[in-house]
């Protein structure tokens, strides 16, 4: 299983628009360390099918899969309504007409919900005729689910996110938990014995809907991941301090970057 790291910033990216000059805000970030240069939070998972599982559809989508240089995916999963995990949803009108064919879409019903209101003519049935806006098939998921999409078969593991609910996910002994700040036992005991996880961690100071270093450090002292690659970082992240500072098996992801999982 091969996993991209389509983008590994946070809710505005890195550097953030704005600064004096216009160049944006970097934060605590080096504006000379390519790997600060973060898009917003999403990854493609592909089995050894050569078919491609997408997490979230973030308004980077269409740079990132340029980027990565993937033309196809063949399903999406969505982890929670955050408009930095879904507004990119009408870049997917490309993979329509690249796989000439309806998306499958998995959400829980939170968020399929709230697609079905800001996004309402993606639900549209296809006619047939050319893709002249995004055609989805929704199916929804649920917490502890299993899923089978696109030839993966993966677990929907329970996250609190702030005020809200979100979703991540355990394929195989890889697991993608973003966007949280609290597991419950049953999720954490779902996540033991991982090979390869990738989870938010959003700063270095405690944060209310976000974790930060000290936190993810906690879970992975409970949870032994092999390898832990920390994504959904804001501008106080800088890549080699944080190269610096974590300990081994921990490193910072940043856009592009590849894993291979099991
Ligand atoms: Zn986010
Ligand atoms: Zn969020």
Redesign the pocket.
């Known amino acids: 299983m091969k996993i991209t790291l389509l983008g590994c910033g946070?809710?505005a990216g890195v550097p953030m628009v704005g600064g004096d000059d216009g160049a944006g805000v970097w934060g605590q970030c080096d504006p000379s360390e390519p790997r600060n240069i973060r898009s917003?939070?999403s990854i493609v998972i592909e089995g050894d099918d050569g078919r491609r599982l997408l997490v979230?559809t973030?308004p980077d989508l269409r740079s990132q899969l340029l980027s990565a240089r993937i033309s196809a995916v063949h399903g999406v999963f969505y982890?929670?309504p955050?408009s930095?995990?879904v507004a990119g949803l009408d870049e997917l009108r490309a993979i329509n007409r690249v796989i000439d064919a309806p998306l499958p879409i998995a959400a829980n019903a939170e968020t399929m919900a709230e697609l079905q209101s800001r996004f309402a003519y993606v639900f549209q049935p296809w006619n047939g005729e050319g893709f002249y806006r995004p055609v989805v098939e929704p199916q929804i998921v649920a917490e502890r689910q299993f899923v089978a999409m696109c030839g993966l078969g993966f677990s929907v593991l329970g996250q609190r996110?702030g005020r809200i609910r979100s979703l991540g996910l355990r394929c195989g002994d890889f697991a993608y938990s973003?966007?949280v700040d609290f597991f419950d036992d049953g999720t954490l005991d779902a996540l033991a014995n991982l090979d390869t996880w990738v989870v938010?961690c959003f700063q270095h100071d405690p944060h209310p809907a976000?974790a930060w270093i000290d936190l993810v450090l906690e879970w992975r002292a409970r949870i032994r991941p092999r390898r832990m690659v920390l994504t959904?970082m804001g501008p106080d992240m800088d890549y080699r301090t944080l190269c610096d500072e974590l300990p081994e098996g921990v490193e910072p992801g940043f856009d592009g970057m590849v894993l291979e999982s099991h």
């Open positions: 946070g809710s917003r939070s979230d973030g982890t929670h955050h930095d995990h996110h973003t966007d938010g976000h959904h």
